[in-house]
């Protein structure tokens, strides 16, 4: 459910679901995005819908009731303590698992970890719904030298597998979103989990300083989910940030002097030039209106300038 400002829109949108749905009752209803309980109470509290949604649980007409979680360690604890939850849908991953990086040249702020957000809904015996298993598809696509560390561990297993399976074996998970994107995805998760393999403590250990080395890379920890999409100076968010994260390495590089480093750089330009102006980081202009809908708190136009600085300086 997603953030109706009104009771009449909150009822109309969960009688609608219904009929479409054509069933009696929903098996989980999660309020979308609850970053602290300030929005909670803008959006389903003063409005008295989420009294109308504890009623429609006790007449049998949603059977679990959650919401998923956007805000920071500091601010789960007051949602947690409003109701006695049926699910708690976080972040979780091995690269956010000791802190949610903002990426680089970010002003830092507050602090979410999925370790932490973890061990408080299963301290509380609260079931866990993970989102971003592979942070939107990235950890399926780490560059070559992290997927080595992995494949000397797991050569079994793919970077995406790995990821997966780390968040698979922690107690209390109940559902992982994957989010697959083709058959052969799908494919890979089913095989997965029919038979699954957990890591064990030490294996969930190795992945955190897998996460390390990730991290060490610079890659800007966008899951291209385009809630800040559409811009409205045109630039493809996502797009851009994808084609840094092909080269972060070699752009944040000290050395450029490495043919390794400039072979990356140069690919990364080749890209960059690939797009169409008007949707390069070139095009934007700093209005900030993509700032407070990134649920990765990415500070968006600051990086969009370092991308064109970095593109300018190759050129
Ligand atoms: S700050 Fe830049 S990227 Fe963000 S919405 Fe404005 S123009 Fe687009
Ligand atoms: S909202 Fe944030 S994480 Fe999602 S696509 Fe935009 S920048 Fe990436």
């Known amino acids: 459910m997603n953030g109706p400002a009104t009771l009449a829109a909150g009822k109309e949108m969960f009688e609608t679901s219904l009929k479409n ?16 309980i300030n929005g909670f109470k803008s ?13 429609q649980k006790a007449a049998g007409r949603i059977r679990h009731l959650g919401f998923s979680f956007h805000g920071s360690n500091a601010e789960l604890p007051a949602l947690v303590d409003l109701y006695d939850w049926d699910f708690v849908q976080i972040q979780l991953n091995y690269v956010d698992w000791k802190e949610m990086s903002r990426g680089w040249g970010s002003g830092g702020g507050s602090v979410t970890t999925s370790e932490f957000l973890y061990n408080y809904l299963v301290g509380k015996g609260i079931p866990v719904l993970v989102m971003e298993p592979v942070k939107g598809g990235a950890l399926a696509n780490v560059s070559e030298g992290v997927a080595a560390v992995m494949r000397e561990r797991h050569p079994d297993l793919t970077p995406a597998a790995n990821a997966l399976t780390f968040v698979g074996s922690l107690p209390g998970v109940m559902v992982t979103l994957s989010g697959m994107s083709n058959m052969e995805q799908l494919k890979e998760n089913v ?23 990730y991290k060490s890379k610079g890659q800007i920890p966008c899951t291209a989910c385009s809630y800040c999409m559409p811009c409205p100076a045109g630039v493809d968010i996502p797009g851009n940030f994808k084609i840094f994260n092909s080269a972060s390495d070699a752009l944040l590089a000290t050395d450029i002097s490495r043919k390794d480093v400039a072979d990356k750089r140069n690919a990364f330009l080749k890209l960059y030039e690939g797009q169409d102006k008007a949707i390069r980081a070139d095009a934007c202009v700093g209005c900030n209106a993509c700032l407070p809908k990134c649920p990765q708190h990415i500070s968006i136009p600051q990086h969009m300038v370092r991308i064109r600085e970095l593109a300018a300086k190759i050129r």
């Not at 098996?27 to 609850?34: S, V």
């Open 43 to 55: 959006r389903f509290g003063d409005n008295k819908l989420f009294g109308w949604l504890k009623q």
């Open 191 to 213: 095989s997965l989990f029919t038979g699954f393999k957990p890591f064990d403590e030490e294996e969930r250990a190795f992945m955190l300083t897998v996460a390390d080395l």
């Open 21 to 36: 749905l054509q069933v009696q009752y929903v098996d989980f209803l999660l309020l979308h995005n609850l970053q602290n």
